[in-house]
């Protein structure tokens, strides 16, 4: 006999949140899964160096999350499109897509994700030479990063601290 996977733990329920739903007269439904196969076609494609087409997945992807009321795929799809226009030297804009993602992040209490949008933010505000703050914004990282214990994270703090310094150049810093 099979176990109804609506009726597993409520840990294992809330870890794959959203891949399963109730439907009517009780029938098990998948809710679509295409946000997050696009989110990941598009990271595929940034890794590879393809940001326009990158961008498109996320565009999309972004626009079913929203269509599925999954907030946390748009969270990340806006902190994709972001990474993907300051590769590409659009940094104003790309604060734009961060500023969107960190409003839902925060709200849904994602600190992952919200980590990685503030420390991103901050690099962008390096390049835009608002140090003061970008400052601000990986300090906020930082903390995020180190309450989840995200050693690459603060790796990644670090780096863009040593790099507020030398634009500063304040070379002990740095």
């Given amino acids: 006999m099979l176990i109804d996977p609506l009726q597993r733990s409520k840990s294992y329920r809330s870890k794959y949140a959203g891949v399963l739903s109730r439907g009517p007269e009780t029938e098990i439904n998948f ?13 595929y494609q940034m890794e590879k160096g393809n940001y326009s087409e990158a961008i498109e997945f996320f565009n999309n992807s972004q626009n079913l999350a929203i269509q599925n009321a999954d907030l946390r795929t748009q969270a990340i799809a806006l902190n994709n499109l972001g990474a993907c226009l300051t590769e590409l030297g659009n940094y104003q804009k790309a604060t734009e897509f961060w500023e969107k993602g960190l409003e839902i992040s ?69």
Avoid: C
Avoid at 107 to 126: F, P, Q, R
Avoid at 135 to 162: D, H, M, T
């Fill in 106 to 174: 925060t709200k849904i209490n994602d600190v992952e994700t919200t980590a990685k949008i503030v420390t991103n933010s901050g690099g962008a505000l390096i390049e835009l030479g608002e140090l003061k703050k970008a400052l601000e914004f990986i300090e906020i990282g930082k903390k995020y990063f180190e309450v989840s214990n995200n050693k690459p994270g603060l790796a990644s703090i670090y780096i863009l601290l040593a790099r507020i310094y030398e634009k500063q150049t304040d070379q002990i810093k740095a």
């Fill in 31 to 43: 809710v679509p899964l295409k946000p997050v196969l696009l989110l990941n076609l598009g990271i």
